[in-house]
Structures are given as C-alpha cells and as structure tokens.
C-alpha cells in the first residue's frame, strides 16, 4: 500500500498569509495525486486533481505542485473561509490512500 | 447539477448489517468509477470500497473485505454498500464519491456500531 505523508499535522496563520502543505508518497505516484479540503461538520471538497489541475470554481489563490513522491498545496493570501482541514489522496494504485490531514488554524 | 446523496444510516448492533444507497445525478454513471470513504468520529478520511463502470470490478480496502460489498444499478444511477458483521469499529461517517480523484462528494451518512 502506498502511504501518505503530509506536514504539518497543524499549523497557525492569520489572514492574508501565504500558507503551504506538503505531502509525501512513500512510492512514485507520477501526479495521481488530489488535494481536500474539510470544513468542521461538512462534507469534504475537492480542490485540485493531477496534482496541479484546479477544480472548477475553486479559487485560483489555491495552487498545487510536485510528481513523483513529493507534492505541496499553497494558499496565497489565506481568508477566513480558508480556514479547515486538507488532505491529499493518491488515485495511483489501489487502496486508495489518504493523507493524515492537516488542519488550518488561526 | 452533479449531486450524490446518501441514505441507510443508522444505528445498529455489532455483528449486525446496513445497506448504504448513494444515489447520483447530473453526470453521466457509466462513465466514472464510484466509491465509499468513511470517517471515524475526529479521524480522518479512509477509503472503503470502489466499483467500475459496469460493476465488473471492485476493490475494497483490507479491514472490510469478506464483510462489505459494493454493487451498482446502472437504471437507478445509484450504488450501495452492504455492511455485514459489522464492528464498533465501522462507526463512521460514511461518504460517497464520484471519479478516483472524488470530484464530488455526497453528504454523508452517519453508521453507529454499538449495543
């Protein structure tokens, strides 16, 4: 099974800062690799697939980067709607994994 | 518009069976693979069950094989999971999802394993 490794598992931001995840497969993934996001007691949402490829309709503050085992999610300018749990998820092999989460917080 | 919603949740004894339904809209069904993913109360996401376009192929994480089954209804563009022998354990919310890259989600529905 492939692992996924995000960091941190936390962090604290204010508004307006450019804020960045990383995550770690623990085997190539080529850019099967998805993006998250979970508000408090919500359904999760898609943000970004093919590692870079924005959903439609979400925000273009929001960017994704990386192949191979090593990706990253960057918010450029964090707003108060931003603030909430992401995950990565790789759509490589099966299972299909997910990340441990990370949790965005003031 | 593209909707999932699940149904069948509820609370149920260990060793006990639900039926989950996930029925969809606003897309194409056979054209994308459909899954299950479930949360434990403040865990984080585990995926459960995946089925193909055609029902022809499923795969299923190890902790719910023998005991879970995925099945789709091509004419009620819907999907379902049995939960058979189920444990304190299976307590989660349990998502559907549409695409490997679970491009949408449903809402959830809540699965109490407990006596």
């Known amino acids: 099974d492939i692992q996924m490794t995000q960091s941190p598992s936390s962090l604290s931001a204010s508004v307006g800062d450019r804020v960045t995840i990383t995550c770690r497969a623990s085997q190539g993934i080529s850019n099967s690799l998805a993006w998250i996001q979970q508000k408090p007691g919500k359904a999760p949402k898609s943000l970004i697939y093919?590692?870079?490829t924005l959903r439609s309709g979400v925000p273009s503050k929001f960017s994704g980067s990386g192949s191979g085992t090593d990706f990253t999610l960057t918010i450029s300018s964090l707003q108060p709607e931003d603030f909430a749990t992401y995950f990565c998820?790789?759509?490589?092999?099966?299972?299909?994994?997910f990340g441990g989460g990370t949790k965005v917080e003031v | 518009e593209v909707q999932l919603v699940e149904s069948g949740g509820g609370l149920v004894q260990p060793g006990g069976s639900l039926r989950l339904s996930c029925a969809t809209s606003g897309f194409t069904y056979s054209s994308y693979r459909l899954n299950w993913v479930r949360q434990a109360p403040g865990k984080g996401l585990e995926w459960v069950a995946n089925?193909?376009?055609?029902?022809?192929?499923?795969y299923y994480v190890d902790s719910v094989k023998g005991r879970f089954t995925i099945s789709g209804d091509y004419v009620k563009k819907s999907f379902y999971l049995q939960l058979n022998s189920l444990r304190a354990e299976d307590t989660a919310v349990y998502y559907c999802g549409k695409g490997v890259a679970f491009e949408i989600w449903g809402q959830g529905t809540m699965v109490t394993v407990s006596s």
């Open positions: 089925i193909n376009q055609d029902g022809s192929e499923t």
């Open positions: 998820q790789q759509y490589n092999s099966y299972p299909l994994t």
């Open positions: 093919g590692a870079s």
